[in-house]
């Protein structure tokens, strides 16, 4: 699908898979885009129509100068489905993606089926981590930050045994607008959601790395308790563990949407 323009801003869209069948909506991590999920979407679309974009400020997609908020996220996704006349989707979305999903769970709850939030939380302090990073990039762009990136995202032996995986991910952070990684960081340190977590109804799978040193398995843990009924699997990962451990990641996927 070529660049769709939702609300006036442009938006890229990949839509996939089996046109009759369950539609899965995947959403992003900050500093990534939409091919993050590319083994996954593989693997599914056999069953599942799939549906994955660029989140704003990232890839291909609008990227104003910010700040942004969660809610505005939680709405761009929102937006997307209405343009392809979507009523109800099953959601996946990955750190900043699993963001949006506790956004969309607590204030749009009909038009989510079931949802998988990995290695997310609720509330990511303090925030002068946040603006430091924010600065970081808007001095001296992404390139600042591709080498700690790349350290929270993947455990040792993940980079050193799939140099290929990395060296995609490092052009793909990289490639990342300076003002769309600023303005979704600006949301991720505004956001406070533990509370409103406990009103999600639907039902839930918590994925998270064990070696996670962003989203903690702790900061999972908290939302297990507040989430009612909610499922947890913590996979042989750090933070992007769809990529590390994409076999046993989409295997849950599958088991749980089934």
Not at 13 to 37: D, R, T
Not at 55 to 80: C, F, M, N, Q, V
Not at 169 to 198: F, L
Request: net charge positive; glycine share 8%; aromatic share 6%.
């Amino acid at each position: 699908m070529p660049i769709k323009t939702i609300n006036g801003e442009p938006f890229n869209i990949v839509v996939e898979g089996k046109a009759a069948g369950p539609v899965l909506l995947f959403s992003n991590s900050l500093s990534s885009n939409l091919s993050m999920w590319d083994a996954q979407a593989e693997a599914l679309k056999d069953t599942y129509r799939i549906i994955r974009y660029d989140s704003r400020g990232h890839g291909k997609s609008t990227a104003p100068e910010g700040p942004y908020s969660i809610a505005e996220l939680g709405r761009d996704a929102l937006a997307i489905l209405d343009s392809l006349r979507i009523g109800k989707a099953h959601f996946c979305g990955l750190s900043k993606g699993g963001m949006v999903g506790q956004w969309l769970l607590t204030h749009h709850r009909d038009r989510i089926g079931k949802a998988v939030l990995a290695n997310t939380s609720a509330q990511m302090p303090p925030p002068d981590l946040w603006n430091g990073r924010i600065r970081n990039v808007t001095q001296n762009g992404m390139a600042a930050i591709v080498d700690a990136t790349i350290e929270r995202w993947f455990t040792k032996g993940f980079i050193e045994r799939a140099p290929q995986e990395i060296a995609a991910v490092r052009k793909m952070i990289a490639a990342t607008p300076a003002a769309g990684y600023c303005g979704c960081a600006a949301a991720i340190r505004d956001m406070d959601q533990r509370e409103s977590i406990r009103a999600i109804a639907n039902p839930v799978l918590l994925i998270s790395g064990a070696y996670d040193p962003a989203t903690t398995p702790a900061m999972m843990e908290l939302m297990r308790e507040r989430i009612k009924g909610a499922q947890w699997l913590s996979l042989d990962a750090a933070h992007i563990s769809n990529i590390e451990q994409a076999a046993a990641f989409t295997k849950a996927i599958r088991e749980f949407l089934a």
